[in-house]
């Protein structure tokens, strides 16, 4: 996992602890609302690693790791689900094999990659996949530079009730870890502005969808990135941050062991007209105390009801 310089969030805003109060946490969608969950899974994919001390090429991510993953997912029980930093094909059938095998299965899928050839995103989802959007090519400026959006944007529309679509947008933004090509906070903000204004273009073609967006934004909440893919609060395009914490109230989703610093890198926004359809009380940060075999993310879990 790339590093990143984060800072430890200091307070939990009071509403949090009015959520927490309510909140349950089932394991299974109640009639009437399904579950999604986003999790980045650390590195699901073939890469440089050092085992028992020994560097080695194109090696898979360790057994206990991928282990720890299912077992989250097979609590958790989405009918949803949205993973960051997959590999190739091979790893995309790994991981729904292995979930099928555990008693989840997750038929439909997306992936898609931007610039980054190596971490792929995926959609898994229970229910149809409808319609397929995904961005692939988008590109910005920094100074003379042109530059890829590393993951791009993963845009798929689930059908989850016939007449009731959610269209659901991925995204793994720059991460923290400085990089000759450019300064990476304005990366991440050029990479906020493209996922903005694709949304931008889905809304103003229709506001009335039900518009969810989430994934590994690297950004913390006070950042810049964050305000951009938000928008502005009186705007009709307005993205509604959904509160998560987990039942201790703490909000943060990631931690990096090197720094021993804890942050919230992860998020979930959704448009005025899903808002009123999430379940704030069923919705949260899952809480593992050994997240960290599995993954140094948190997964984040959101439960909607279905409208009919």
Known sequence: MEQRTTARRA?????????????????????GSF?????????????????????KEAAGKPEEEKRRVIGTLVEIRPDVLGLCEVGDDQDVAEIRARLKEAGLDLAHLEACRGGDA??????LSRFPIVARSSRTDL????????????????DATVEVEAGFKVRFLGVH??????????????????EARLLREHMDSILAADLKVKLLCYGDFNEHRNGTAIATVMGGRSSPAFMAEVPLADKHGQCWTHFWDAADTYSRLDYVFCSRS????????????????????ASDHRPVV??????R
């Open 274 to 293: 899903l808002r009123p359809l999430v379940d704030t009380r069923r919705s949260r940060i899952h809480q593992d105390a050994e997240f960290d075999k």
């Open 139 to 154: 590109r910005y400026r920094i100074g003379g530079m042109t530059l890829p959006m590393q993951r791009g944007i993963l």
């Open 118 to 123: 190596t971490r792929r995103l995926v959609l």
């Open 11 to 31: 307070w939990v805003p009071a509403f949090f602890f009015i959520l927490i109060l309510g909140q349950v946490h089932g394991r299974d969608s109640e009639a």
């Open 173 to 190: 933004l720059k991460s923290m870890r400085e990089v000759p090509e450019a300064d990476q906070a304005l990366m991440r903000k050029n």
């Open 302 to 307: 959101v439960t909607l009801r279905i409208q």
């Open 35 to 55: 579950t999604f969950c986003a999790y980045n899974v650390r590195n699901w994919l073939k890469m440089e690693r050092f085992e028992r001390g020994r560097r």
